[in-house]
Structures are given as C-alpha cells and as structure tokens.
C-alpha cells in the first residue's frame, strides 16, 4: 500500500504539492489524473525518495523509501523511459540494476522475454524508439519481483498492441494482490484499465472513486430518434435544453434528463423512436473536475 499524508512540496515560489493525502491500496489499478503542472511527478517522485517534501511525507508498506533495506524487491517503477545511459545495451542495464540489489542474473532474461524485447536484448538503448524504451523500463521494475509498482506515462510510444499488453499487465498485477499506480494523460485508456481514479489539480486532492463513481457525478447526454426532429429541437430548446443534430434524424441533447425529454416529445405531439441516456464520459468528467486547475489553457477566439 502507498500511503501519502498532507504532502507539501515548494519549489522557491512555486507550490507543486499542496497538503496532499490519499491511499493506494493493493489489488486494484488505481490512476493518478490531473492537469499539467498539477504536481503528478513531484508526487511520484517524493513517493521514490528521489526528491524530499517540504512537509508532511510518503510511506510504501508503512515505510518510507530510503528505509527500504532491499528497494528493488519491494518497489518496481517506471518514471522516464529514457533515463538510461544510452551507450548501455538492454542486458547490460538490467544486470546494473539486478546487481545493485543482489538480484540473480538469470532474472534479467526473465523480465527481457516477459517485456517482449529479448530479440534486442544485446543493442545499445540510444537507439531503441520509445515504445522499446519503455518495454525496457517495464522488465526493470519488475526485476525484483516486487508488491509496489509506479508507472508514469506507462503508454507513450507504444503501439496499440502494446497497448493492450500492458493494459492486461497491469490487471493481471492487481488480481496477484500487488500495489498497481499509474499515472497517465489518456482519459480512455484510464477508462478501460484503472479499477480506482485519484485526481488531484494544482497540487491538490480533488476527488477518488471508481471509474462508474465519478461518471456518475456529471450529466450525460440524451440521445434520441424522432419522427419529427425540427419540432422536437425547437421545444426541447425553448426548456433550456442544448441539442445537436446528427445523422439518421438523431438529436443528441444536454441539459435535460431523459425522463425530461420525453416529457417535452409527448407534449409537442412528437412520436418517438428511441431515447438513451448517454453516460458522461471519463474525460468529460475529468474536464468538469479540473476545469479550475488547469495551468495553461486555451481561450475561444476573440476572449480576453
């Protein structure tokens, strides 16, 4: 389990982390979400003790790194795929690693076949894409076999099979009973393989739950099918009611309930062929969370 409690980093000026608590429990994928600049990697790297938090801390099992007497055996992560001496080859890397923590050599061709990179085992990573990259970094947290894994980015530059790979990868951790974080910017890929969302902006928490908990905290839309789509448009906008129209006679409609739109259909007289609520989606729920945390955004044209 990781455990951060009412984390603070400063950087000068700059606030990074601001009293920031959660839990990450084992047996389940839990996602770390927030806008650029919200303090993810600061907190990840606190997490590994490779930077130091101005007040408050990180423990991973009840213990904060730097006592971690066997590190490797008990925390994997991946933070940069590219933080590799890149006249290195692949092996050479690992047996650095597996050295450092008395980890049998023959564990090293365990984790290059396991990641799928046994075939380039023997080349220097300065010229592995970044897709191979972050294979390699995958077969190194996994080295000493450990409970606590951190990945960061785990996906950049890998191929949708990749993709896929790791998705089952990394629930396949979780069934084992391991301690699985990720933190990640692909809302629909957070979508299909986090069991538990953490999203925090501008250093601070903001909310925890399941990916179905936090959809259900934002009005979806409504779709709906009818025999006169003009008449409907008309009175579902004079209720306040948002529509687009797209193919096949289909309205797509926020602001309202379904209950609410077909209310609105009956009393203009309009038949309808079908109304499905549409959940809100996991961006469009990260978005609406985070809207007053983002750093750096854009404005419509002509706004100040």
């Known amino acids: 389990m990781i455990v ?20 990450v429990k084992p047996g389940v994928v839990t996602g770390f979400l927030g806008p ?20 408050g801390g990180a423990t991973i099992n009840g213990k904060s790194y ?3 007497k066997s590190p490797l055996h008990e925390v994997g992560a991946l933070l940069d795929a590219k933080a590799v001496h890149p006249g290195r080859t692949a092996r050479n890397h690992l047996r650095a690693l597996a050295a450092s923590n008395k ?25 592995f894409s970044m897709g191979m990259s ?30 896929k790979w790791i998705r089952e990868f990394f629930q396949s951790l979780a069934k084992e009973g391991r301690t699985v974080f990720v ?13 538990q969302i953490i999203v925090i ?42 529509v687009q129209e797209i193919n096949d006679n289909g309205l797509s409609v926020s602001g309202l309930t379904s209950d609410q739109v077909g209310e609105i259909a009956f009393g203009a007289g309009v038949v309808l062929h079908e109304l499905t609520p549409q959940r809100a989606s996991l961006e469009e ?3 609406d969370l985070t809207a007053d945390s983002v750093e750096y955004g854009s404005h419509p044209t002509g706004a100040a």
Request: aromatic share 4%.
């Open 285 to 287: 729920v990260f978005m």
């Open 103 to 127: 980890i049998k050599s023959a564990r090293v061709d365990e984790v290059l076949e396991f990641a799928g990179i046994s075939s380039v085992a023997n080349k220097k990573v300065g010229g």
């Open 66 to 68: 730097h006592d971690l």
């Open 36 to 55: 650029n600049g919200s303090g993810k990697s600061t907190t990840m790297r606190i997490i590994l003790g490779l930077d130091h938090a101005t007040k």
């Open 201 to 242: 902006g501008r250093g601070k928490f903001i909310t925890q739950g399941s990916v179905d908990d936090l959809t259900a905290t934002v009005q979806g839309t409504v779709f709906v099918r009818a025999s006169d789509p003009q008449r409907l448009t008309t009175a579902l906008r004079a209720e306040q009611g948002v």
């Open 183 to 195: 933190s990640s910017h692909l809302m629909s890929e957070m979508a299909v393989s986090a069991d």
């Open 134 to 163: 972050q294979r390699l970094g995958i077969a190194g947290a996994l080295l000493g076999d450990p409970e606590v894994l951190l990945f960061d980015e785990p996906v950049n530059g890998l191929d949708p099979e990749g993709i």
């Open 4 to 23: 951060v409690d009412h984390l603070t980093k400063r950087y000068s000026k700059t606030l990074a982390v601001d009293d920031l608590s959660f839990e």
